[in-house]
């Protein structure tokens, strides 16, 4: 089991960038796919970047090109580096922690059984 907490997130201006990072108590993190997901106002929850435990990636078309996802199994933390910013990656922020049961299942939410509180990410234009 293990339990997510976020941080990082903030105010920003278009084009600028963010790291989010995501610690998970517990001493089976690296058996867990890490995964972001955001929720902006109004919308539902999407689905951002994951990464296995051995460091596959995987990335929205949405963010693409723009953010990093990486870990650190040693520090049971995930991070998302977030650049060239833009006002509709505004949203709150969630890290999630689930097994890997095949690469069509990452991108889905209810794969995941533990989530953080999330961090708000806000992009000004």
């Known amino acids: 089991q293990v339990q997510p907490v976020e941080s990082g997130g903030g105010l920003v201006q278009a084009g600028g960038s963010l790291r989010l990072s995501c610690v998970a108590s517990?001493?089976?993190?690296?058996?867990?796919?890490m995964a972001w997901f955001r929720q902006a106002p109004g919308k539902e929850r999407e689905f951002a970047s994951a990464?296995?435990?051995?460091?596959?990636?995987y990335y929205s078309d949405s963010v693409k090109g723009r953010f990093t996802i990486s870990r650190d199994n040693a520090k049971n933390t995930v991070y998302l580096k977030m650049n060239s910013l833009k006002p509709e990656d505004t949203a709150v922020y969630s890290c999630?922690?689930?097994?890997?049961?095949?690469?069509?299942?990452?991108?889905?939410?209810?794969?995941?059984?533990?989530w953080g509180q999330g961090t708000q990410v806000t992009v000004s234009s």
């Open positions: 517990g001493r089976t993190f690296s058996n867990y796919v």
């Open positions: 999630a922690a689930g097994p890997w049961s095949g690469s069509s299942h990452v991108t889905k939410g209810e794969h995941y059984d533990y």
């Open positions: 990464i296995t435990y051995v460091g596959s990636t």
